[in-house]
Structure formats: structure tokens, C-alpha cells
């Protein structure tokens, strides 16, 4: 059975920071694309950023390119993200995926496995 957890989502203040770890099993982690997307109330999710299976491209939305970190540990089976620097706008839930491909840049159609999501609310 295939799993995704995200964990670290929470509550904070414009400019602060967050770091999202993505726990999976169930795949051969290292051999998956794996890729953040969000939503937010009311809109489409979207892709926030990629990383490929041995992490050496990586793919971000201009909307968080050099806020955002995506990063993997293919020995834990373990994604992450990094944000830095949040703004209101970055409020979501985010949800970590994997993909049986090579499309670092694709979005969500080509992604096979989703986690439950972890809410993350920006606010003053």
C-alpha cells in the first residue's frame, strides 16, 4: 500500500519560515519524481515545485523561486520544502506527490500518488 504523509504545515506570520517533510513507503522512493502542489479555498491545485529521483533538477513555480526549497533524502524516503520568507498568498493546503516518470516540470496529471495534505496559513 502506498503511502504519503506531510507533516510541518502550521500557523505563521508574513516572513517567517516553514519546513514540510513528505514521509512515503510503499515505493521505491529513489525512483520516483516527486513534486509539492497546493490549494488554495476556491481555486485549482497547483504545482509549487519538483525534484528529480536523484535530486540533481529541480523544478520551481515563479511565484516561490527563491523562497521555496524542495529538497529530497532518498535514504529516509523523504521529501521536503522549504519556505522561507512566507506571504499571505502562500496560504494553502500542500500536498506532496510522487511520479513514475521523468517530467520534472509536469503537473498534476502525471503525478500517480498524493498525500493527505497539510494546511498552511499565513496571517498577521
Known amino acids: 500500500q502506498v503511502q504519503l504523509v506531510e507533516s510541518g504545515g502550521g500557523l505563521v506570520q508574513p516572513g517567517h519560515s516553514l519546513r514540510l517533510s513528505c514521509t512515503t513507503s510503499?515505493?521505491?522512493?529513489?525512483?520516483?519524481?516527486m513534486g509539492w502542489f497546493r490549494q488554495a479555498p476556491g481555486k485549482e491545485r497547483d504545482r509549487v515545485a519538483a525534484?528529480?529521483?536523484?535530486?540533481?533538477?529541480?523544478f520551481y513555480e515563479d511565484s516561490v523561486k527563491g523562497r521555496f526549497t524542495i529538497s529530497r533524502d532518498n535514504a529516509k524516503n523523504t521529501l521536503y520544502l522549504e519556505m522561507n520568507n512566507l506571504a499571505l498568498e502562500d496560504t494553502a493546503v500542500y500536498y506532496c506527490?510522487?511520479?513514475?516518470?521523468?517530467?520534472?516540470?509536469?503537473?498534476?496529471?502525471?503525478?500517480?500518488?498524493w498525500g493527505q495534505g497539510t494546511q498552511v496559513t499565513v496571517s498577521s
Open positions: 525534484i528529480s529521483w536523484l535530486g540533481t533538477t529541480t
Open positions: 510503499g515505493i521505491t522512493f529513489k525512483y520516483y519524481t
Open positions: 506527490a510522487a511520479q513514475d516518470g521523468v517530467q520534472v516540470s509536469g503537473g498534476v496529471a502525471e503525478y500517480h500518488y
